[in-house]
Structures are given as C-alpha cells and as structure tokens.
C-alpha cells in the first residue's frame, strides 16, 4: 500500500465512520492547515456505502470499507480492522459516527490511541438519543465530549468538551444540530492537543 507521508512530523491518524462522516470531513478539513500537527491517513466504515467515503477519496484520503456481517463473530471483524490500521500505520484512531461496539481486546490494545465524540456532556446521557435524554432530564445545557475510547461504552476519560445551551422550545433535532456545530469545532481542536502531546491517556 501506498503510505502518505505529508510530514514526518505530524501523527499519523485514521477515522472510522458509517455514514456520512461530517467530524470526519471537518478532520479532514483541519489536516489541510499547514500548522495541525497531524495528518488524515486513511478513513474506514462497516458500510460500503457510507457517504463520507465518497469526501474522502475526493480529498485525496485512501479509504477501505468492509461490513462487519462478513464476520463470524465481533473479534473477527476487529482483528481485520485491527490489521487495516497497522497496514495504513496509524498513531491515533478517531470515530466519527461508527456505529458499531468494539471487543474489549480491539478496545484494550488501541487504549490511549482511540478517541470518540460523544453529543453530551458525559458521564451524562450515554448511549443512543442523548439530545433527547438531556431533554427529558431537564437540563438547562447539553454540548459534546471528546474522550478517549475504553471497554466501557461512553465512558473513557475526558479530553475536551464544549457547552451548548438548551434553548425554550428545542426538540431533539434542534438542539443535536447547534451540538453539531461544536462538534466540528471541538473534535479537530482536541485531536490537535493529543498529537502535540497536550493532552495525554492518564
């Protein structure tokens, strides 16, 4: 496989999808800055039609694409990949909508190299629907977390968050859209702290 190297400097980064990907396109985005400290090596999704793969290969990002009902079991469909990432030499892994709960040794192994965003202030509204369980729960603001991926689902440590108010008369959608929006902000920003060494797996 064709390795990029833009600068040897730069970590090395690989994000998961399985959809349209908009974190991954505003990774992608940040990569492009001359400034970030790392670079967008390759973008995998269970879904072979996953939209985002299409931005992707548009923007020069080498893609792979398998679905996980190909597999006996979870930690075969990990184990390959587990065996994509160490083809593309990956320093970090992002998750950026991938819709799928990793094996605890999948999980285990690229501990402290895997980073997640998460539409909540955790440990609040974990899970599936988080807009709607921070709506159901009252609360005067939501946002999103960037954390670093463990075992337990939503529940490595923090790296970053950003606050969003809940507004009088937002619903699910509308709230999830404004969190969309730091999302972009906060994900770029907070991969920019680990891969100058900022922010650290404790």
């Known amino acids: 496989m064709n390795l990029r190297r833009i600068d040897p400097g730069k970590k090395r980064v690989a994000i ?5 990907g908009s974190n991954m396109q505003a990774l992608i985005q940040a990569a492009k800055a001359a400034g970030y ?3 967008i090596v390759g973008v995998f999704s269970n879904k072979l039609d996953a939209p985002g793969l299409d931005y992707a290969r548009a923007n020069g990002v ?11 079991s979870r930690e075969d469909f990990d184990a390959w990949i587990d065996a994509v990432l160490e083809d593309w030499q990956v320093d970090y ?10 094996s605890n ?9 895997m980073l997640n965003i998460h539409p909540s202030l955790l ?19 939501s946002g999103c977390t960037v954390h670093w991926v463990i075992p337990d689902l939503d529940d490595g440590p923090t790296i970053l968050q950003a606050r969003v108010p809940i507004l009088p008369g937002d619903d699910a959608d509308s709230l999830a859209a404004r969190i969309l929006v730091q999302e972009h902000r906060a994900y770029p920003q907070a991969l ?5 060494g900022e922010a650290v797996f404790p």
């Open 123 to 141: 440990p609040l509204h974990k899970g599936l629907k988080p807009q709607q369980q921070a709506l159901d729960a009252g609360d005067a603001e």
């Open 192 to 196: 920019a702290m680990v891969a100058r």
């Open 93 to 102: 892994v992002c998750l950026a909508g991938f819709m799928r709960i990793f």
């Open 37 to 39: 400290p790392a670079e």
């Open 62 to 72: 080498p893609t792979a694409a398998r679905s996980h009902k190909h597999f006996a």
């Open 16 to 20: 998961l999808i399985s959809g349209r």
């Open 105 to 113: 040794g999948f999980a285990r192994k690229w501990s402290g190299r």
